[in-house]
């Protein structure tokens, strides 16, 4: 068998059922997302909740519907805490530094 | 000739004979792609979240009625795009042709019509609203700029998925394309989704006129 041929051999995945009550479970949450909208939460919390749900909802995409879950777990340790890594860099270095270059400017 | 220790090497994952990560050259490269789109995008909803931060007149120019609705209309049309592309890859992999090709030309649908949703909505911003690049009538004017800059290339997305989706249609029905390049495809197609899960809370539902 080539390397290829190897590599892309089938792999076991969801069925039909699964991936139709993941995407059930999608469309609540950006229900409950709007529901929350509409109560007119205070900002930070309702930020907080939004952000929390989001990242639910990438993670449930990811796994099922981009078949993450069913990768070897090497392919997931190479991409998901790279992309973690770089957003954190993105937060200690850029905002601190946005916020200096906002207190420079002539008022 | 090789020693037992050599040959244990030789054997092991990364040793050049075998894909480390058990998926093709091309899957790789899109999951990279992936990767490096994100931080695109994260840095636009970075940016976003500091404008909005440093600027307290910051517009809320988003109703319950109609616009939420209407964003969230737009939300569900791109969920169940993404639901007819992990069927099509479904197909693909039973080398179900038919199936694969109507469930993509599905995708697309959904795409086209996502797009022309979410233009009907700039149509109305701009022209009803008065909102643009440079200016809006509340508040800050740099709404207009990472408004229309971040939802613009998430549409730029959609619309360029929807050309390769049309691409790899055509290709898989001709017999040209293999279920990797669907499945490839579809890591894209879902890739959009999942941006959009991020823009429609952050930029819509946290910005609710009341």
């Not at chain 2, 609705?69 to 992999?93: D, E, G, K, P, Y």
């Not at chain 2, 952050?202 to 910005?207: C, E, P, T």
Request: charge should be neutral; hydrophobic fraction near 55%; charged fraction near 15%.
């Amino acid at each position: 068998m080539s390397s290829e041929a190897h590599a892309v051999e089938e792999h076991a995945g969801a069925t039909v059922g699964t991936n139709i009550a993941i995407w059930v479970g999608l469309v609540a949450i950006t229900f409950l997302e709007v529901f929350l909208a509409y109560k007119a939460l205070e900002p930070r919390l309702m930020l907080t909740i939004l952000v929390m749900l989001s990242v639910a909802k990438a993670a449930m995409i990811m796994a099922w519907f981009m078949h993450l879950k069913f990768e070897k777990f090497s392919l997931v340790l190479l991409l998901i805490p790279a992309t973690i890594f770089c957003l954190c860099m993105m937060f200690i270095f850029f905002y601190p530094e946005a916020f200096r270059l906002l207190q420079m400017r002539p008022h | 000739m090789h020693d037992v220790k050599t040959e244990t090497v030789m054997d092991s994952a990364w040793s050049g004979g075998k894909s480390p990560f058990a998926i093709g050259s091309k899957k790789l490269g899109m999951w990279l792609f992936i990767v490096s789109d994100t931080l695109t995008f994260s840095v636009l909803l970075i940016t976003y979240s500091y404008c909005r931060l440093t600027n307290p007149d910051w517009p809320r120019p988003f109703p319950i009625f109609p616009a939420i609705a209407f964003s969230t209309t737009m939300t569900i049309v791109l969920l169940a795009s993404s639901l007819t592309m992990v069927l099509a890859v479904m197909a693909s992999q039973r080398n179900d042709r038919k199936k694969t090709v109507m469930w993509m030309v599905a995708t697309m649908v959904g795409g086209l019509l996502f797009t022309g949703l979410h233009l009907t909505e700039w149509m109305n911003m701009i022209f009803k609203e008065g909102f643009s690049i440079t200016a809006n009538p509340e508040g800050s004017p740099l709404f207009g700029a990472v408004f229309f800059g971040i939802t613009g290339l998430h549409m730029t997305h959609v619309m360029i998925g929807v050309i390769y989706l049309g691409i790899v249609a055509v290709g898989y029905g001709r017999g040209k394309f293999s279920a990797e390049d669907v499945e490839v495809n579809g890591l894209y197609w879902h890739f959009v989704d999942l941006v959009w899960m991020f823009v429609f809370p952050m930029i819509y539902l946290m910005s609710v006129k009341y």
